[in-house]
Every structure is written in structure tokens, then in C-alpha cells.
Nanobody, 125 residues
Framework: VQLQASGGGLVQPGGSLRLSCDAS????????IGWFRQAPGKEREGVAC????????DYTDSVEDRFTISKDNAKNTVYLQMRSLKPEDTAIYFC???????????????????WGQGTQVTVSS
């Protein structure tokens, strides 16, 4: 099983990017998926997560109304659409999977069981 984030890059402030998390080997009906990010010199923080069956999202306050998490169970892929990007969004973005027994997800790193390699997002003019 593996998780692989992709889609990062360099974008100007106000621009958009869509990140993808390839969750090969996972059944997204049994795992909540979260997106986390780590900026240089800072701790990793939860950005968005999505529940396993209903696909209900949750977001950290700083990205609410700018980022959208979604998933395609048939493709085993979770997406993070990022709009109106700001320089403070610059970070390495990771996706992670959490074994859950209910329809919840959390933005707490310690709850996640599986992690993938990150993808760099740089917002700069």
C-alpha cells in the first residue's frame, strides 16, 4: 500500500493548483484521508480531511473557502483544489490515511496511520 502526493509546483499569488493523492492499495470506504503541510521551520499542520463514505470535508480555518478536498473512490484518488493561493501556503504537502470506524476525520497528525511522500507547493511572484 502506498500514498503518493503529486501536482505541486510554483504558482503566483492568487493562482490555483490541484494536488492529487494516489491511494493505491487503500479502500477509501475504510479510510479517512487528510492533507497536511509543513513549511520551512514550522511544524506540520492539518489542512483538510475527508471522511470515508460520505466524503464530508473539514478544513483548517486558514484555507476555508479557498481549498476544496474531494475524492474519486473508483480511482483511489483524493484531490485538494487550492485557489487564491498566498505566499503563506508555501509548504511541502502530504496526504495521509487514517483507519476509522465511523464517519469522522480529523486534522491531527497523530491519528494518521499511513503517510506518503510530499509534493512541494511554492507561492511566489
Amino acid at each position: 500500500v502506498q500514498l503518493q502526493a503529486s501536482g505541486g509546483g510554483l504558482v503566483q499569488p492568487g493562482g490555483s493548483l490541484r494536488l492529487s493523492c494516489d491511494a493505491s492499495g487503500f479502500n477509501l470506504d475504510y479510510h479517512a484521508i487528510g492533507w497536511f503541510r509543513q513549511a520551512p521551520g514550522k511544524e506540520r499542520e492539518g489542512v483538510a480531511c475527508i471522511t470515508k463514505i460520505r466524503g464530508s470535508p473539514d478544513y483548517t480555518d486558514s484555507v476555508e473557502d479557498r481549498f476544496t478536498i474531494s475524492k474519486d473512490n473508483a480511482k483511489n484518488t483524493v484531490y485538494l483544489q487550492m485557489r487564491s493561493l498566498k505566499p503563506e501556503d508555501t509548504a511541502i504537502y502530504f496526504c495521509a490515511a487514517e483507519n476509522v470506524y465511523d464517519e469522522t476525520c480529523a486534522l491531527l497528525e497523530v491519528l494518521y496511520d499511513y503517510w506518503g511522500q510530499g509534493t512541494q507547493v511554492t507561492v511566489s511572484s
